[in-house]
């Protein structure tokens, strides 16, 4: 009987997550065109019928279906419902990982973790669609590491200063000799998140978004995709990055430390 109520609550902090997230991708895809997040009814991107409530459940409506609008048969992009996949998954996951708090949802370190996560994939996605990180997801971001300094008390406000400046300020030297090398959103949003995850988590994640971001550039290149003169966004390698580093950081940091 235990199990199956621990099934039901799972299964809930993940359908919070993937509700989250499916508001998300109105952010993200209504914030470039200027639209109002809030007002105006989800509608299909082919037909512009507004739709029902029974297509608006996260993940199943899609699968129920069958990846195709029920008026005009056009096929909805997987991309919604890959974004509200991963909310259930990373409601989940911030709920095993950092707890899941006296009311048995979510701590409030769980929170703040689900939070940035959001804030990464609305980042990562809208970077990616228009190249642009819009200056009020830094100072989310900020909020978050402000808050930190309470939930996450094992980082000192020292250890957190640092990492806001540990890789931002290399950045920035390097954009100012390398016209085009970093774009100044993707050196914000390493600065806040530096002052939120602390210096060794942020180094981790710098090192792993280079290296997702040279993974995607010589696959697109073999694939003769991309050329060598050609820019991508770089921020959705570095939202992966900062997002594996905000579980695995410390711990691949001291891991290393350890070797040498
Ligand atoms: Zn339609």
Not at 93 to 122: K, M, P, Q, V, W
Not at 197 to 206: K, V
Not at 212 to 230: E, H, P
Request: charge should be positive; hydrophobic fraction near 55%; glycine fraction near 12%.
């Amino acid at each position: 009987m235990i199990a199956v109520l621990n099934g039901i609550l799972w299964l809930l902090r993940f359908a919070i997550g993937a509700c989250v997230f499916s508001f998300f991708n109105v952010v993200i895809y209504r914030l470039p065109k200027e639209e109002s997040v809030v007002h105006g009814r989800s509608h299909c991107m082919s037909c512009g019928r507004t739709l029902t409530a029974g297509e608006l459940i996260p993940c199943v409506s899609y699968l129920i279906q069958g990846k195709k609008c029920r008026g005009c048969g056009e096929k909805i992009s997987g991309r919604y419902f890959k974004v509200e996949l991963a909310g259930g998954l990373a409601f989940a996951c911030c709920g095993a990982y950092f707890g899941c708090g006296e009311y048995g949802l979510l701590s409030l370190r769980g929170l703040i973790a689900f939070a940035y996560l959001g804030i990464l994939t609305i980042i990562a996605l809208i970077d990616w669609d228009t190249r642009v990180i819009y200056d009020r997801f830094h100072i989310l971001i900020l909020l978050l590491g402000i808050a930190a300094l309470w939930l996450f008390p094992e980082h000192s406000v020292t250890e957190r200063l640092i990492g806001a400046a540990a890789v931002s300020l290399p950045m920035l030297l390097i954009a100012m000799a390398i016209e085009g090398a970093f774009g100044g959103g993707d050196i914000k949003l390493m600065a806040v998140s530096g002052f939120l995850l602390g210096w060794r988590s942020i180094l981790i994640a710098m090192f792993l978004g280079l290296l997702f971001g040279s993974v995607y550039a010589i696959g697109m290149m073999a694939a003769k995709k991309l050329t060598r003169k050609d820019h991508f966004a770089f921020g959705p390698f570095l939202a992966l990055g900062l997002a594996v580093a905000l579980f695995y950081g410390d711990a691949i940091a001291n891991w290393y430390l350890s070797l040498l």
